[in-house]
């Protein structure tokens, strides 16, 4: 029996190579369930194309009529991870899709792996450290800083792409 894994993606340069996340995770043995914030599903994916490589519909909203049930997750991962969604995740928001399966996710004490995708100046900044140390508290595993994703240069995103730590949020996912 596979495992289910929640795979946030939020609206920044890694979405566009999620399809390797959900290769990664089919090789390990997970059975990965996509939901995709309006940002990302704007600029960063195709709904399409992901719902054919997992295999299941993508959501980017609540559950509508005809919707089939996502089964309950055994893990959660949040990648690429924007600042937006770190900050408001960390203050409990959840005004959209995305944030309220967070919010719930945490506090059932689900499996959670966070990994924020920011530059330089963002994760200088103190609500952003903040919001991570908290996340933290909560007991979700945030892969940032020396020895996991380091943030890269203001307007050098492109560059840092290849890099994402697909498989490193995996395997802290278990």
Not at 76 to 82: G, L, S
Request: some cysteine; aromatic content about 6%; glycine content about 8%.
């Amino acid at each position: 029996m596979s495992r289910v894994l929640h795979l946030i993606v939020c609206g920044a340069g890694p979405a566009e190579r999620v399809a390797d996340m959900i290769d990664l995770a089919r090789q390990d043995g997970w059975d990965t369930y996509c939901i995709v914030t309006a940002a990302a599903a704007e600029h960063f994916v195709d709904l399409d194309e992901l719902r054919k490589v997992s295999g299941h519909q993508v959501r980017t909203t609540y559950r509508v009529e005809g919707d089939g049930p996502v089964p309950p997750a055994d893990a959660v991962i949040v990648a690429p991870a924007t600042y937006n969604t770190i900050n408001k995740w960390a203050a409990g928001a959840a005004d959209n899709y995305a944030l309220t399966q967070l919010a719930e996710l945490t506090g059932a004490g689900v499996r959670v792996v966070a990994v924020p995708f920011v530059n330089q100046a963002l994760a200088a900044n103190a609500v952003f450290l903040r919001s991570v140390e908290s996340l933290r508290a909560a007991g979700v595993r945030v892969l940032f800083g020396p020895g996991e994703l380091e943030p890269h240069p203001p307007r050098t995103g492109s560059s840092a792409l290849a890099a994402f730590p697909w498989g490193m949020a995996l395997e802290a996912a278990g």
